[in-house]
């Protein structure tokens, strides 16, 4: 039974392979049509500027306008606000922490009692002695 239940684990870590790399794949594809169509709507702007700034203004202004974008851009990613899920999973990581700590501290005290009474009934022999 304990076999059955590895092969299809193995195959269930087989089929999440596959979706990933599909996943992957059509991500890299939109990624690909995003930075296109990207670059065709700053030469519109850049295009539609010209006229009225001439072709020296109109790269300036768009060069502040993609300079103002990645302030905000990198503004955004500096926060070090923890998500929800973030917070939960901390919380949880200290709790079963705190969980194993109390066990071993009662495994600790459980050995020491055993030994104890181990050697109280056999007085001639520590329990550490072989």
Not at 7 to 22: G, H, M, P
Not at 23 to 37: N, P, T
Request: charged share 15%; no cysteine; proline share 2%.
């Amino acid at each position: 039974m304990l076999g059955l239940a590895a092969q299809a684990e193995v195959e269930r870590w087989k089929l999440q392979a596959s979706q990933q790399a599909r996943r992957a794949a059509l991500m890299g594809i939109g990624g690909v049509l995003a930075l296109g169509a990207l670059a065709m709507a700053r030469l519109a702007g850049w295009l539609a500027l010209t006229r009225p700034l001439g072709p020296v203004w109109a790269a300036a202004a768009m060069a502040a306008a993609d300079l103002f974008l990645a302030l905000i851009f990198f503004a955004v990613a500096s926060s070090n606000r923890r998500s929800a899920a973030e917070v939960e999973a901390l919380a949880l990581r200290m709790q079963a922490l705190t969980a194993a700590r109390d066990n071993l501290r009662l495994l600790t005290t459980a050995v020491a009692v055993l030994s104890a009474v181990f050697n109280v009934l056999i007085p001639g022999r520590r329990m550490n002695d072989r």
